[in-house]
């Protein structure tokens, strides 16, 4: 996973091959498989790359097909299925090696005055100053250590406002997450965006299964991500603390499904996420 921001907004630059098909660069990753919030980032950026400047991203809904591999680009094709006069709708397919791994279909609006209202930002909840990293706490109560984490969200500035068990014991199914790009952002909002939708998917599929003595990502456990909605709501700065609440309202038949919302630190609600995902266990 990228290192730096400026790594990051490396994997936004996509190449355009033909007019509705793009190449996606791989980041330097230890993991085994592409991480979905780069895919889904991606994703948004060939959409983007197809619609006029004054139409921005609302809403997007995502299957993850199949797993993709850090070791090769992923090819996203970007089928224009509308063009009204306010909105636009885009469909995205992701392929590597000759199959679909990933596909997409997202909503864009040209901005309009109307009702307003939102949730307010969660009260009680500790400043991003008064929490710890979330590497260091995730290294004293993982596999892992803190030192890996620390490279593998090293784009991002991630602070538990809740930590997690991790497995040592059942407790709440629910997060509260302080996380932003680890340095400033070009000010265009569809980069800000493409930030949000990747830092979506980080820890989401984790919080279903934070009721019970089940560590994420264990030997004992076979997790992926199956389909990921988001609304983007209002424009936020994402090199700027967003708290990220999430919570699982139900595990069952080996899959876990969770929410989150995404509050900028003014309390402005920034944008909704919700995600169905795979939790298998497995025998010992």
């Known amino acids: 996973?990228?290192?730096?921001?400026?790594?990051?907004?490396?994997?936004?630059?996509?190449?355009?091959?033909?007019?509705?098909?793009?190449?996606?660069?791989?980041?330097?990753?230890?993991?085994?498989?592409?991480?979905?919030?780069?895919?889904?980032?991606?994703?948004?950026?060939?959409?983007?790359?197809?619609?006029?400047?004054?139409?921005?991203?609302?809403?997007?809904?995502?299957?993850?097909?199949?797993?993709?591999?850090?070791?090769?680009?992923?090819?996203?094709?970007?089928?224009?299925?509308?063009?009204?006069?306010?909105?636009?709708?885009?469909?995205?397919?992701?392929?590597?090696?000759?199959?679909?791994?990933?596909?997409?279909?997202?909503?864009?609006?040209?901005?309009?005055?109307?009702?307003?209202?939102a949730d307010p930002l969660p009260s009680d909840v500790a400043s991003p100053d008064a929490c710890r990293p979330a590497a260091e706490v995730l290294g004293e109560r993982s596999a892992r250590t803190a030192v890996v984490w620390a490279a593998e969200w090293g784009a991002l500035e991630a602070r538990y406002a809740t930590e997690p068990n991790l497995g040592r014991e059942s407790g709440p199914a629910e997060l509260q997450l302080w996380i932003r790009a680890e340095s400033r952002l070009p000010d265009d909002p569809r980069v800000h965006q493409m930030v949000l939708a990747y830092l979506s998917d980080i820890s989401l599929l984790s919080v279903s299964v934070l009721a019970h003595p089940v560590e994420f990502l264990s030997p004992r456990m076979q997790a992926a991500s199956i389909d990921h909605a988001m609304w983007f709501h209002r424009p936020v700065r994402a090199d700027e603390w967003l708290l990220y609440d999430q919570v699982s309202p139900s595990a069952s038949g080996g899959l876990g499904f969770s929410q989150g919302r995404l509050f900028a630190h003014d309390g402005t609600l920034a944008a909704s996420c919700a995600q169905q995902g795979l939790i298998r266990l497995l025998d010992a």
């Open 1 to 117: 996973m990228p290192r730096t921001t400026a790594e990051l907004l490396g994997l936004f630059e996509l190449e355009q091959i033909d007019a509705d098909l793009f190449r996606g660069p791989q980041p330097e990753t230890v993991l085994q498989r592409s991480f979905g919030g780069q895919v889904l980032a991606q994703a948004l950026a060939a959409a983007y790359r197809t619609v006029s400047q004054e139409r921005i991203a609302h809403s997007l809904n995502a299957y993850f097909l199949r797993p993709g591999s850090p070791a090769s680009p992923i090819l996203y094709v970007v089928e224009s299925t509308r063009d009204g006069r306010t909105f636009a709708q885009r469909r995205v397919v992701g392929r590597q090696d000759g199959r679909p791994i990933f596909s997409m279909v997202c909503s864009f609006h040209v901005h309009e005055d109307g009702l307003d209202h």
